[in-house]
């Protein structure tokens, strides 16, 4: 397995990191500079644990979803299933960003000491991302609501390791749960295995850190009170009122390690979840793992979420969007790699080629 440099000229350099955070912190030599990598010294580590948990060096996905989600039914477009629910929270909890249930799911595991701490994003100013190793229930409420902008969240890890914690929960977007099953994937075999829950979050792309700027020139002054992306724009509360802005103009802001990511609804998670967007307050949850689906028993049986049945020609709708993203971004990695970037997918295998034939049937 290579090591830093190769990562630092594979990666950092062809701009296709998507920022989970995997490789930080375990080394002195690679820092972030808001969101963007740098390797501060020349690394003669030959094989390094960075390049090893990266989600953008070489991977197998087929084989690491038959390790992970061996039993679960398989599916191109959306990743290994058992059952897709709309799901919300029976009462919210103050800034939840959709229906409210990856806070429930949270409290439950709390509650119920699935794990010893759970891994959040929150935030000050309700823009700039902010990770945390969350243990109590009060928690929560500082992560509700999506930070859009990439975070490394998962540098994070090593400072669970360190405080001795053996499970860990994990709230992520799907490249960084990619990135948590690689890391155990390719973990030295002298390693006790990680003993994770992943609720993995939907996700179409993220922002650059330079959104921030662009929100602080257009709205002087104005304290951010939340972001949203409802159907009809992109939408930005203050404590002056609420602004709509078009998608075209955010998606300028769209990080470019996004282009390359195949996965829209973190196939790889126990629990995934994203907006329902036939109905407000609503959220979809795709339930991939028996740990996953014991999870929000759980939290039903505690009433602390409502589960309804999930609506087909949504289904479709989300199959659909999963399959235009897998499709749009295999065209960017195969442009990339014609360029020269170092291959991190087979582009020829069995997957991606149904992939092709799914978006072409769509298009037809
Ligand atoms: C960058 C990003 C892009 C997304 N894109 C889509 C999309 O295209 N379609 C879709 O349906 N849903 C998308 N989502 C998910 C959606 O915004 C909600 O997070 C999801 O529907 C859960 O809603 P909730 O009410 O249950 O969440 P809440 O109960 O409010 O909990 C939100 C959770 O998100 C976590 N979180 C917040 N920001 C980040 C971050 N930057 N990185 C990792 N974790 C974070 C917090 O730790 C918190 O636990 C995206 C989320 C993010 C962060
Ligand atoms: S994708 Fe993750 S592991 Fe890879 S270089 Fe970027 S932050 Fe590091
Ligand atoms: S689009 Fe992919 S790479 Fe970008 S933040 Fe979302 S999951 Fe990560």
């Known amino acids: 397995m290579p090591g830093g440099m190769d990562l630092k000229n594979e990666v950092f350099q062809s701009s296709t990191c998507a920022l989970c955070g995997a490789c930080l912190d375990w080394c ?14 020349d690394c003669n580590v030959g094989e390094g644990r960075c390049y090893a948990v990266c989600p953008r ?6 084989a690491i979803g038959d390790r992970y ?51 959040l994003t929150g935030s000050e100013d309700h823009v700039t991302p902010e990770p ?23 540098r994070k890890i090593i400072e669970a390791q360190a405080n001795k914690v053996q499970k860990l929960a994990v709230v992520g977007r799907p490249c960084q749960i990619q990135a948590l099953r690689k890391m155990d994937f390719n973990r030295r ?46 939408v930005v509360k203050t404590d002056k009122g609420e602004h709509i802005l078009p998608l075209d103009e955010v998606k300028k802001f ?31 949850v795709i339930v991939r793992s028996a740990k996953g689906q014991e999870l929000l028993d759980k939290a039903v049986e505690k009433d602390y979420l409502i589960c309804a049945d999930y609506p087909e020609e949504e289904l479709n709708r989300l199959k659909g969007a999963s399959i235009g993203k897998k499709n749009r971004n295999l065209n960017n990695i195969q442009a990339a790699f014609d360029k020269g970037v170092k291959p991190f997918i087979d582009l020829n295998s069995e997957m991606y080629a149904q992939v092709r034939k799914l978006a072409e049937g769509m298009v037809k």
């Not at 002195?28 to 010294?41: C, G, K, Q, S, T």
């Open 28 to 41: 002195p030599y690679i820092a972030n500079m808001e969101d963007h990598l740098v390797m501060r010294f």
């Open 57 to 62: 060096t070489y991977a197998d996905w087929q």
């Open 69 to 119: 989600l061996p039993d679960t039914p398989r599916n191109i477009e959306i990743g290994p299933y058992f059952n897709v629910f709309r799901v919300k929270a029976a009462a919210g909890i103050k800034g939840q960003q959709d229906g409210g249930t990856v806070s429930n799911l949270v409290k439950t595991i709390m509650e119920d000491e699935l794990a010893q701490a759970v891994l």
């Open 132 to 154: 945390f190793l969350a243990v109590d229930i009060d928690d929560i409420e500082k992560a509700a609501g999506s930070r859009f902008l990439a975070s490394p969240g998962l």
């Open 189 to 234: 075999p002298d390693k006790p295995p990680l003993d994770l829950i992943t609720i993995g979050l939907f996700c179409m792309w993220s922002l650059g850190w330079d959104f921030n700027e662009y929100l602080q020139k257009n709205f002087p002054g104005e304290k951010i009170l939340s972001l949203g992306i409802p159907q009809h724009g992109f």
């Open 254 to 284: 769209n990080k470019a390690g996004c282009g390359y990511c195949l996965d829209m609804t973190s196939e790889l998670a126990d629990i995934s979840v994203g907006a329902f967007e036939a109905e407000k307050g609503w959220n979809t």
